[in-house]
């Protein structure tokens, strides 16, 4: 391969890398992933939401055919306890980053609809109140790469 061609590929697959998974308007996501678990174990999905306009977005929910029901989460500590609740929507001020993250906000992903092995992808559709929904490819992997 020419030196040159070598050094196209290497910056488009940087910019692929460095590059928003979804983006809609000035909302970007990106590392969006589903920790998978065995069997009929709900998973957790995982990702970083940036709102890159000027105004606050709400996010309200989400959804996937490839999950019966999908719930916004957030973990949390208290008295040496985990305790996970339930998050009817998150505020996401203009120009921040929100990170659904392990031990903190995740969506969680249950009623499976059919198998789903590592590596392979699913849509979770991202919902906003007065803002389009969003689709968004994640990545099905492993609890260890977590």
Not at 19 to 36: E, F, K, M, N, T
């Amino acid at each position: 391969m020419h030196r040159l061609s070598r050094t196209l590929l290497a910056g488009a697959t940087a910019f692929a890398l460095l590059s928003p998974l979804a983006h809609a308007g000035d909302i970007d996501v990106s590392d969006a992933r589903v920790r998978l678990l065995p069997g009929d174990v709900p998973s957790a999905g995982y990702f970083s939401l940036h709102n890159g306009s000027d105004r606050t977005v709400t996010l309200v929910g989400a959804s996937s055919d490839a999950f019966g029901q999908v719930m916004m989460h957030k973990s949390m500590e208290k008295d040496g306890m985990a305790h996970m609740h339930a998050v009817p929507s998150l505020e996401v001020a203009a120009g921040e980053d929100i990170d659904f993250a392990p031990s903190g906000y995740h969506l969680m992903l249950m009623k499976r609809s059919a198998p789903l092995a590592i590596g392979e992808q699913v849509t979770i559709t991202l919902e906003f109140e007065q803002h389009p929904a969003m689709p968004v490819t994640f990545e099905a992997v492993s609890p260890a790469d977590m």
